[in-house]
């Protein structure tokens, strides 16, 4: 141990007791997105990409920076909008995108054909 440090925890010690060895916390740093605006990006996230407006047909962690850059004016890393989405609730497992020309009775018919018999060689 340091000289100086011991002298230090003395002093410490002599002026506030033995809580006065406990470091003291600092708060850390302020959240750049309000709670306001962590609300706003979670309902961003929720209600999806408009393909027209935001160019996607889902969410990636580029597209959300860029739409939280643009809005908000404050500019994550990549990798860092993955952990406001984790703070959020949000998972990285999407479902898989539809595309936007597709007809819902096509799909249904193609589901309610019979299976191919296997033929046998």
């Known amino acids: 141990m340091d000289r100086q440090t011991l002298r ?11 809580g006065g060895l ?21 309902r961003i996230v929720g209600a999806g990409p408009d393909r027209e407006k935001d160019g ?5 962690r580029v597209d959300l920076k860029r739409v939280i ?5 404050v500019d994550f890393p990549e990798r860092y909008v993955g952990t406001l989405l984790k703070e959020l609730g949000f998972s990285h497992i999407s479902a898989r995108p539809r ?23």
């Open 69 to 73: 850059a643009e809005r908000f004016g």
């Open 22 to 42: 406990l470091d003291d916390g600092t708060e850390g740093p302020k959240p750049r997105l309000s709670s306001a605006q962590m609300a706003e990006v979670a």
């Open 99 to 121: 595309h936007p020309a597709q007809d819902e009775r096509i799909v249904e018919a193609f589901k309610k054909l019979p299976a191919r018999a296997e033929s046998s060689s």
């Open 56 to 60: 996607v047909v889902r969410w990636r």
């Open 8 to 18: 230090d925890w003395v002093h410490r010690f002599n002026a506030s007791g033995p």
